[in-house]
């Protein structure tokens, strides 16, 4: 983390879990634990189903509510698809948009998880951007090539102004749900890449701005050494982000 120069944020990804019910639950559990750690942006990416109730429960507290994916049209024949408007009038603030799970089973590409991040800037939405690469490419050597081509198809066309609005997640996708954790020397040298694409496109004054979390099996006992490294800012969570104790410890990690 580099808090002087930007924002931690710590933001789980509920993916399929939780239904209103236990969604508003699970906020009550975590919110006193996560009190007053002012330190960081806390976020919780729900089913769309469920996005209204954590919204209210979470209400005059620290928490914010997102969302775990955007459609890139405004609207029309996609059939079980929600639009950045519609998101965007029950208040939602933040997108997940490109996680590996969308890019792996819904055949998203870089192509469209680029207008997905379009659309959901130009209706005021904050983006968590996710890339890395797949074991495959890590063990060919290839994962600075991967997430520089994902990080410059997936930004085409957007604005510094824009990127104000954009959060990047790495997540090596060997490391999602698999308990597997990259080493913070991994996290650390994968994150600086990044940011030095981002210096290439933007100039190295707006991409030391720029927020990269680490998303991969993050947890809480592995969080205060991945959070130690200087350019991560932050981390993406699936698992630990569905257990308040474990969730809050990660948010203690980062203040
Ligand atoms: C994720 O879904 O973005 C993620 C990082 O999951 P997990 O923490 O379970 O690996």
Redesign the pocket.
Known sequence: MNPAKRRTVIAG?W?MNFTPAQAREFIANVTPLVAGKDNCDIIFCAPYVTIAAAMEAAEGTNIKIGAENVHFAPKGAYTGEVSAEMLRAIGVEYV?VG???RRQYFAETDETVNLRTKAALAAGMKVIL?LGEVKEQRLAGITDEVVGMQTKLDLAGISAEELKNVII?Y?PVW????GLTATPEQAEETCAVIRNVLADLYGAEVAETVTIQY?????DANAAELLAKPNVDG???????LVPEKFAAIVNAAQ
């Open positions: 990804n993916k997940i996680h590996s799970e996710c997640a997540e490391a999602i749900g698999t998303g991969g099996s993050m947890n981390g993406l969570i699936g698992g630990a982000s």
